[in-house]
């Protein structure tokens, strides 16, 4: 069965550094998320994608976050200075359409210290 | 700002029972709502969705109500296994969502006991 792939699985890091976080969600899917939660939270959306643009974004997705698709395949999000509150699981998730059922990943755990 | 409730936390149920998982919502231009399953340290899993045009779907041992008049839908999940045990997310979109974004609840943790 078709998945999304996350990397890393755990990254720790700085306050005040910047991580990318890669995804390689599925191959004929044309919608691209990522989600966060805050441990002992809800799962929060951040931003949506779709045909190389920022189709929606919360008021977390602020001006340290931006998303990247690269290539044909990769999907990334980028923390241009990390602080400590932005610890939290990562999903990033696609879909073929809206109103569907997402998949996502397996999450990418960040740790900022 | 919590326009997806899930009031449970927590559920545990005997092996054989049925599982009902709640949940409320307080944004009327939802009108698609889906059920998520989450395993530790995986992503959350698409289980069964709903639109806002019927009051149930059914697929396998799982069946989603939707009362809109309530602002309510349930997950059932007959019979209950152990390996059902998960924490389970209630989601709502709407359709002037341009960004397909999903409003989560904060999830219900299943336990299934044999």
């Known amino acids: 069965e078709p998945e999304v792939t996350q990397t890393p699985s755990h990254q720790v890091t700085q306050m005040g550094q910047e991580v990318i976080l890669r995804c390689v969600p599925i191959?004929?899917?044309?919608?691209f998320y990522w989600y966060r939660q805050i441990l002992g939270q809800k799962v929060e959306f951040l931003v949506s994608?779709?045909?190389?643009?920022?189709?929606?974004k919360s008021e977390i997705f602020d001006d340290q976050f931006s998303v990247e698709r690269p290539d044909g395949s990769n999907f990334t999000l980028k923390i241009r200075s990390t602080k400590l509150e932005d610890s939290a699981m990562y999903f990033c998730?696609?879909?073929?359409?809206?109103?569907?059922?997402?998949?996502f990943g397996s999450g990418t755990r960040l740790t900022v210290v | 700002d919590q326009q997806v409730k899930q009031n449970s936390p927590s559920l545990s149920v005997q092996e054989g029972r049925i599982s009902i998982l709640n949940c409320d919502y307080t944004?009327?231009?939802?009108?698609?709502f889906l059920w998520y399953k989450k395993y530790p340290a995986e992503g959350p899993t698409f289980l069964i969705s709903?639109?806002?045009?019927?009051d149930k779907n059914e697929d396998g041992r799982f069946t989603v109500f939707l009362n809109k008049s309530a602002k309510h839908l349930s997950l059932h999940i007959v019979p209950s296994q152990p390996g059902d045990s998960a924490v389970y997310f209630c989601?709502?979109?709407?359709?002037?969502?341009?960004?397909?974004?999903?409003?989560f609840g904060g999830g219900t943790r299943l336990m299934v006991k044999p």
């Open positions: 191959s004929n899917h044309l919608y």
């Open positions: 989601a709502a979109t709407s359709p002037g969502n341009a960004g397909n974004m999903l409003t």
């Open positions: 998730a696609s879909s073929e359409g809206p109103g569907g059922g997402y998949t």
């Open positions: 944004n009327s231009m939802f009108d698609y």
């Open positions: 709903i639109s806002s045009i019927k």
């Open positions: 994608f779709y045909n190389n643009e920022i189709s929606e």
